[in-house]
């Protein structure tokens, strides 16, 4: 569990998992980690913000034609997207949170199902174009089927049992289904060993099931994490 030294008190994981989710939204990350909010008065947070059914399909997305948009905030607001002001963005309060409390770079992925990825950030330096080629295959490529099975399993994703769980979403989502989705998926699994594992003889689903531990063993309980400090406004 994550509890920096600046943190008043430390809690178990039992505890900050004691409501198991029931009445507030969980989320997962799938690449970084949380990051203390430290914005100017006006600041830039450069993302992507996209929004799915229950089948993987993208019903939201911020400006299809980005790989990424330009998020303007004014003392802790987002104020435009794309210097459009007051552009629409589903759960405003919730994205505008998450966008300040994501290190850069990072990916979350909810359980509405939406994912949010930040790119950059003002007073950052870019990230190296490997990371943003890397996330950006990752959203594209692994989010959407991963979404789409973990929407029906949300309350299965509790610490503990983090390995069988993942076994379970790994074959799930390499069942074929036909279409694009299946090949993207393959093309991410061939990234992440290359990026990660460095065992062309890996299977897939020892591939994606590696990548999924990273991901399920830390879930996160949005009011807990509020009221923890894991975020803040």
Do not use: W
């Amino acid at each position: 569990m994550i509890n920096p030294p600046s943190f008043p008190q430390a809690h178990s994981v039992e505890d900050l998992y004691a409501s198991g989710g029931k009445g507030s939204l969980r989320y997962v990350f799938l690449h970084g980690n949380h990051a203390r909010p430290n914005l100017p008065t006006h600041a830039c947070i450069e993302g992507k913000v996209r929004l799915f059914n229950r089948q993987g399909d993208i019903v939201f997305d911020d400006d299809p034609t980005r790989a990424s948009s330009q998020y303007g905030f004014t003392e802790g607001r987002c104020v435009s997207v794309n210097d459009q002001p007051d552009a629409y963005i589903p759960a405003r309060m919730f994205v505008q949170t998450l966008l300040k409390n994501i290190q850069v770079p990072g990916l979350i992925a909810a359980e509405v199902p939406k994912a949010i990825l930040v790119t950059g950030r003002s007073g950052l330096d870019p990230i190296p174009a490997q990371d943003r080629d890397y996330l950006e295959s990752m959203m594209q490529r692994l989010v959407p089927r991963f979404v789409s099975v973990i929407s029906g399993k949300s309350d299965a994703y509790l610490p503990g049992d983090a390995k069988n769980l993942c076994h379970e979403i790994a074959d799930s989502m390499l069942k074929p289904r036909g279409g694009s989705g299946d090949l993207d998926l393959l093309a991410f699994l061939d990234v992440y060993e290359k990026r990660y594992i460095h065992k062309p003889s890996a299977t897939p689903e020892a591939i994606l099931e590696s990548c999924l531990l990273h991901v399920m063993k830390m879930p996160f309980e949005l009011n807990s994490s509020i009221r923890y400090r894991l975020i803040t406004d």
